[in-house]
């Protein structure tokens, strides 16, 4: 079974930055893209970012797109989210996601999921 753990989240102050890690172990497969989604109280996932196996595609939500940076360590089977200038708004659970094949953007078209870390801006 492969799993994924999220890690890197915290209470910081607005305009501060966090960089958010995900870590896949397990039989995965052999190319597989990476995403991150965000879920506010209440409602459902939304997606926030995701990157291709080989790192050279990623799509960004378009109200996060300057603001955030995925990468990804193949050796390491490790993907991160670089986030700056936090607004509390995006005090949510975020959540790491796994798919064979090309970058994703709907929760559908995930296989894997983590268990979330959380993230919490004050102002």
């Known amino acids: 079974q492969v799993q994924l753990v999220e890690s890197g989240g915290g209470s910081v102050q607005a305009g501060a930055s966090l960089r958010l890690s995900c870590e896949a172990s397990?039989?995965?497969?052999?190319?597989?893209?990476m995403g991150w989604f965000r879920q506010p109280p209440g409602q459902d996932r939304e997606f926030v970012a995701a990157?291709?196996?080989?790192?050279?595609?990623?799509n960004y939500a378009d109200n996060v797109k300057g603001r955030l940076t995925i990468s990804r360590e193949h050796a390491k089977h490790i993907q991160y989210l670089q986030k700056n200038n936090l607004k509390p708004e995006e005090t949510d659970i975020y959540y790491c996601?796994?798919?064979?094949?090309?970058?994703?953007?709907?929760?559908?078209?995930?296989?894997?999921w983590g268990q979330g870390t959380q993230v919490t801006v004050s102002s």
């Open positions: 397990g039989p995965t497969p052999t190319t597989y893209a």
């Open positions: 996601a796994a798919t064979s094949g090309r970058v994703r953007i709907r929760t559908y078209s995930y296989d894997y």
């Open positions: 990157i291709n196996w080989s790192g050279d595609t990623t």
